[in-house]
């Protein structure tokens, strides 16, 4: 959750709302699966819920991800965020 300085105004709350909701669905899905370090885990879908499990999975201490996408550019975005690098990759961080 961000603070915002101010309320926002009207036309932007729908953004907000979407934005608060997807992240907070990926990492539920992956709690909910108890992703924990070591573990193997595959992620079914290529949608924003999905590489956000991705994601999730990640900074859970995942050892495999398996994203399942028919999508190219899904699939490249996927194997970035369940690359096992020191860092995220840059567009995972804020």
Excluded: N, Y
């Amino acid at each position: 959750m961000v603070a915002t300085p101010e309320v926002p105004s009207d036309d932007l709350v729908p953004s907000l709302l979407a934005a608060c909701d997807v992240p907070g669905t990926g990492w539920f899905g992956a709690v909910a699966a108890d992703v924990q370090p070591g573990k193997t885990v595959a992620v079914v879908g290529d949608g924003a819920v999905a590489l956000l499990a991705v994601m999730a999975s990640w900074q859970l201490g995942a050892e495999r991800i398996t994203a399942m996408s028919r999508h190219e550019s899904r699939q490249d975005l996927a194997s970035a965020a369940a690359s096992r690098t020191p860092e995220p990759p840059g567009w995972l961080t804020p």
